[in-house]
């Protein structure tokens, strides 16, 4: 493990650890050069050999602590094994309640409040420890809105309960934060995953194509729907930049990807369908603007 105090690490990695440790206690104020080189025991001097100056110092960092609670976390909880839900609770555990990543954590989060740049990259932690938690609780919650809340209630829970004070009438902080991790965790409407999903009791496969021309009938009745409200949003579009819209494409279809994954469909298959449909009505929207 990299923080083992068995590992021999380079000056650099020692200038990186040695502030990830002062980052952690003070805050990025005291991430100073001189202080390190006094906890090192090295001269200042040193330093400008690893790093051009403390700024880089301060990347360097951020982006060993990006890498530690993203990549390296999510690896060590594959080596274990277990289902998403298992991994996710374990990923949880490892960010939030060890000695290593929580303080570094707390010290970012408030760091982030008055730093863009840091904000910036805690959004994009933030967002990869959202997307696993929407894909775990997707696996037995189907309501695409119930699966955000539910991810957001564990995600506050994990970092709120570091700001409690609260006591619990008798009951341990851990006691309670089991129970409520059993609540946010709870299984109520699942649906089969994995080579069950889906399954139904069809006989032939001229049986299943009947049932796959039924729900074309349904899909292809919505895609009306949908068709009518594209043309809408056409009539309020100027020039063809607007028409492609490429922002909204990728909110719709990360917002799909979600969706997807809470209702036992494959993302990357949902992904696919809904970058071709959209093409195509953007391609009738421009069709209709240039007949205008
Ligand atoms: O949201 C819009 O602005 C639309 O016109 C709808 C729609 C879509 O099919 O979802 C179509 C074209 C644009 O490229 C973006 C999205």
Redesign the pocket.
Known sequence: MRHSGFVTRTPRESWIEQGLKALATGGPDAVRVEALAKQLGVTKGGFYGSFADRDALLTAMLETWERESTDDVAARVAEKGGDLVTRTKRAGVLTFSTDRLLPIDLAVRDWARRDEAVAERLRRVDNRRMTLLRESIGTFCSDPDEVEARSVLAFCLLIGEHFLAADHGGRTRAEVLARAGDVIFARKDAHPTGKDAGKQDVESLGDVRARIDDLDTQIVALLAR?QT??EA??G??TDEQ?????D??ER?VAAVRAKATAAGLDADVAESV?RS??????E??LARHRDS
């Open positions: 949908r409200l594209v949003a056409a309020f579009k607007a028409v492609r819209a490429p909204r494409v719709v809904w449909m959209i093409t195509a009505f953007t009738l929207e």
